[in-house]
């Protein structure tokens, strides 16, 4: 059996860790876990979940992390992740960092990946990000082009939180809470930063690569980097 991929993507919102999450897990065949769609998905269906995380998510907030905890863990814990996975939006905060290192116990190492973009180039690009309303994948906004998704043909919307004052609370709150997040990874010798700050194309192969370095610095089979292994 391959090592399995145990990928986490970091970033600040609107870094393109969706698009890059998406684009690697259908690559390598192994499942996308974002914690922001299962969120939105319970908001939607009227979940009990949904309705404890909306006004959070509404206002730019995290949602509690006992709460992410419990979902990541009961996400992980399922069989399809045996072969490896991709983790987007989780986890957000240290304590979130601490426990999936405790759910991961056993599991391989993690491959973290963190895509860098500079605040102001976020806060133009969300002001002009749109998604579909009906499949949900993320596209910009182009107003020489008609604003139907590429996809599927369905009508494109703004998210609800991509509104300019909370995107600024999203970003105030991801420096504060996530970005300590990056060195709390970035010592260990399967973490990479790449500059997300290029075309959704150029940041993929950048994010390939980082992946496949790290992959080339851990023995097969074990899941252990080598120098932590040695
Ligand atoms: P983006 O991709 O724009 O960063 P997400 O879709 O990942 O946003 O998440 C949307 C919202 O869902 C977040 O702003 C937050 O309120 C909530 N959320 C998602 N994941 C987490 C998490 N791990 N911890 C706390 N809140 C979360």
Same mark, same amino acid.
């Given at each position: 059996?391959?090592?399995?991929?145990?990928?986490?993507?970091?970033?600040?919102?609107?870094?393109?860790?969706?698009?890059?999450?998406?684009?690697?897990?259908?690559?390598?065949?192994?499942?996308?876990i974002s914690t922001g769609?299962?969120?939105?998905?319970?908001?939607?269906?009227?979940?009990?979940?949904?309705?404890?995380?909306?006004?959070?998510?509404?206002?730019?907030?995290?949602?509690?992390?006992?709460?992410?905890?419990?979902?990541?863990?009961?996400?992980?814990?399922?069989?399809?992740?045996?072969?490896g996975f991709v983790l987007?939006?989780?986890?957000?905060?240290?304590?979130?960092?601490?426990?999936?290192?405790?759910?991961?116990?056993?599991?391989?190492?993690?491959?973290?990946?963190?895509?860098?973009?500079?605040?102001?180039?976020?806060?133009?690009?969300?002001?002009?990000?749109?998604?579909?309303?009906?499949?949900?994948?993320?596209?910009?906004?182009?107003?020489?082009? &008609?604003?139907?998704? &590429?996809?599927?043909?369905?009508?494109?919307?703004?998210?609800?939180?991509?509104?300019?004052?909370?995107?600024?609370?999203?970003?105030?709150?991801?420096?504060?809470?996530?970005?300590?997040?990056?060195?709390?990874?970035?010592?260990?010798?399967?973490?990479?930063?790449?500059?997300?700050?290029?075309?959704?194309?150029?940041?993929?192969?950048?994010?390939?690569?980082?992946?496949?370095?790290?992959?080339?610095?851990?023995?097969?089979?074990?899941?252990?980097?080598?120098?932590?292994?040695?």
């Amino acid at each position: 059996m391959h090592t399995p991929i145990n990928l986490v993507v970091l970033g600040p919102p609107g870094a393109g860790k969706g698009t890059q999450a998406v684009e690697f897990a259908q690559r390598h065949v192994i499942p996308k876990i974002s914690t922001g769609d299962i969120l939105r998905e319970a908001v939607q269906s009227g979940a009990e979940l949904g309705q404890r995380a909306k006004a959070t998510m509404d206002a730019g907030g995290l949602v509690e992390d006992e709460l992410m905890i419990a979902i990541a863990r009961e996400r992980l814990n399922r069989d399809d992740v045996k072969s490896g996975f991709v983790l987007d939006g989780f986890p957000r905060t240290v304590t979130q960092a601490t426990a999936l290192d405790e759910i991961m116990t056993g599991r391989g190492s993690l491959v973290v990946v963190d895509i860098a973009v500079p605040d102001d180039a976020l806060v133009a690009r969300l002001a002009r990000r749109r998604v579909c309303g009906q499949c949900g994948h993320a596209t910009s906004l182009d107003p020489t082009v &008609e604003a139907r998704c &590429e996809r599927c043909g369905g009508e494109l919307v703004l998210r609800s939180d991509d509104t300019e004052s909370i995107v600024r609370e999203r970003l105030r709150v991801y420096a504060e809470a996530s970005r300590p997040l990056v060195d709390y990874y970035s010592s260990r010798p399967t973490f990479r930063a790449v500059d997300g700050d290029q075309s959704p194309a150029a940041v993929g192969a950048a994010f390939s690569e980082a992946v496949d370095a790290i992959l080339a610095g851990m023995p097969a089979g074990s899941g252990i980097p080598e120098e932590a292994g040695a």
